[in-house]
């Protein structure tokens, strides 16, 4: 944490460039706080990030903020003091960030939500928001499974494994799952608990649910790496990934379109971090005074594991 803070404070160097930015070369400053390392998502949407950023010709501040909301906030107040001309942070959890976003308004260094939303009631402390729907992606599994499990009597008992507690894809995610899989009674989700959005804390909390319940149908997991780790413990458990138990997860990340292929997962839903792109060319709109949406949604799919076989070959992350 300290290393990834100390980037940040070194190049608190005066305010010299004639954009107004802060390193002094003319380049626009960007100040970044990632999340952290969590899952195969995060690791593809940082590169995507510092690549972009190089391409763009932009000065990128990365601060990687190992999953705490403080570190975030601390980041930004760094991002502040050095006086970068925009700042970009994907938000860990959803609520708390008001404080912190007036003093980056009053500082005048607009600020774009990228991947994660923040609770705010006041949408004008920030530009705007990129990521994905995940509402939209919960809806998509749930969608799946209510049509794969058409001729099924039912009970059809579920086991869900959630993202880090409090942030936007996890309750979005179980918001949009839920209302679909409500419309029919027969599927009762039978736990539900957070994995952290990793593949350690997926395979450890599988582990648990295999212990308290004999009769699991299917598990939802709020992401490809605590499938992943699921599956771990499935096998170990002496189960059959995929047949046994129905799989879901979302994300798409090559070892999760692997296992898809392989057929220990049955479906995904897509979310792209593939945000670079698009956040650059937000930054430098933002950055020359031009108006933007106040929301970018990520285009997105789904995959079968016919359609995982599929598109693997081709796949950039
Ligand atoms: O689904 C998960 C990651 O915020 C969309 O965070 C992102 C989520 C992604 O850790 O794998």
Sequence with gaps: MFAAMMVATTAACGDSGSDGGG???????????????????????????QESAAEAGFDLKFADAQQKQENQIKAIRNFIAQR?????????????????????KDAEI?????????DSADDTLYETFIGSDFVLEGKLSGEWLVEEF????????????????????????????????AADPKFEIIASQTGEFTRAKGKEVMEAFLQAHQDIDVLFAHNDDMGLGAIEAIEAAGLVPGEDITIITIDAVRDGMQALADGKINFIAECSPLLGPQLMDLVEKVHAG??????????ETTFTQEQAQEALPTREY
């Design 84 to 104: 970068v001309d925009v700042i970009a942070f994907s938000p860990v959890v959803e609520s708390g960030w008001d404080t912190v976003l007036k003093e980056a």
């Design 290 to 299: 031009e108006t933007v949406p106040k929301r970018v949604v990520t285009d």
């Design 110 to 118: 607009p600020v774009i939500l990228t991947d994660r939303a923040v």
């Design 23 to 49: 390193s002094g070369s003319g380049k626009i400053v960007l100040g970044f706080s990632q999340v952290g390392a969590e899952s195969g998502w995060r690791t593809a949407n940082t590169k995507s990030v």
């Design 150 to 181: 058409a001729d099924e009597p039912g009970p059809v008992r579920i086991v869900e494994l959630q993202g880090t507690t409090g942030s936007a894809p996890a309750n979005d995610r179980k918001q949009g799952f839920g209302e679909v899989i």
